[in-house]
């Protein structure tokens, strides 16, 4: 390999190492060519329009969006493997992200490690395919606000449309009733500092909320297996696309 070869090499390197330093996000291309995947972490807590305290870890919705249309754009992007490690966050960015996953129309997998608390269980639902692990945890609770309420009713009405929001789409993306969610948010008999439900793994799986229990390597098999089958249909409408236009 020449000098400037391995410059170049030494390049890509350093830029595939500083996007994962800055924002937890590779593409992972190195499986014999087979297809392009991007990674995508949510970690820590989900920043909305307030900047959370410096010694937070936090993924910002703002580097998220952009990146995400990018993906969309991108036709050298086969699929998206989600991992998620959050305790929650701002209720709007999290439904925000949760939107633009549910709507990308390449292959989506998401995985569950440690947790996927709070507004972090829209994310994990919104992709097409979902995994936890044994060990992760999934906290479902009612929204919560801090500070002072000028209009009690009217902020309990508008914090019930919001509940609603979040609860539907789980719901929609997902094989737990909206009835079922929500009796599991109202559970006083788990939390002691809250209302809510702790689910464990396989718990999360029995009540409809994951579709299965795995790791990184049944994430990314599945992952591989689902960008074959969209290739497949991809072919299978090519051919009446170019009939189509001979007409």
């Known amino acids: 390999m020449s000098e400037k070869n391995k410059n170049e090499e030494r390049e890509e390197d350093k830029a595939v190492n500083e996007q994962i330093q800055d924002m937890g996000q590779v593409t992972l291309e190195e499986n014999g060519g087979r297809h392009r995947i991007h990674l995508l ?78 507004i972090g269980v829209p994310m994990a639902v919104s992709a097409d395919y979902s995994f936890v692990v044994p060990s992760a945890t999934m906290v479902i609770h009612p929204v919560r606000s801090n500070g002072m309420f000028i209009g009690v009713a009217q902020t309990y009405r508008n914090m019930e449309k919001i509940q609603d929001r979040i609860t539907s789409f789980i719901a929609g993306h997902s094989k737990i009733s909206q009835q079922r969610l929500e009796e599991l948010m109202l559970d006083t008999s788990q939390l002691v500092k809250d209302v809510g439900t702790m689910l464990e793994g396989e718990d999360a799986v029995r009540e409809g909320l994951i579709d299965e229990v795995g790791g990184i390597r049944e994430a990314l098999a599945k992952l591989h297996g689902m960008i074959q089958e969209a290739k497949k249909e991809e072919d299978h409408k090519m051919p009446g696309v170019v009939a189509e236009a001979n007409l």
């Open 41 to 118: 972490t949510i970690i820590g807590e989900v920043e909305g329009h307030e900047s959370a305290p410096n010694h937070s870890k936090t993924t910002k919705y703002e580097h998220v969006l952009p990146k995400l249309a990018m993906i969309e754009d991108d036709r050298n992007v086969d699929g998206l493997l989600i991992l998620l490690n959050t305790v929650g966050g701002d209720v709007e960015a999290g439904l925000a992200i949760a939107e633009m996953v549910a709507s990308l129309s390449i292959p989506t997998v998401s995985l569950v490690l440690g947790g996927g608390h709070s």
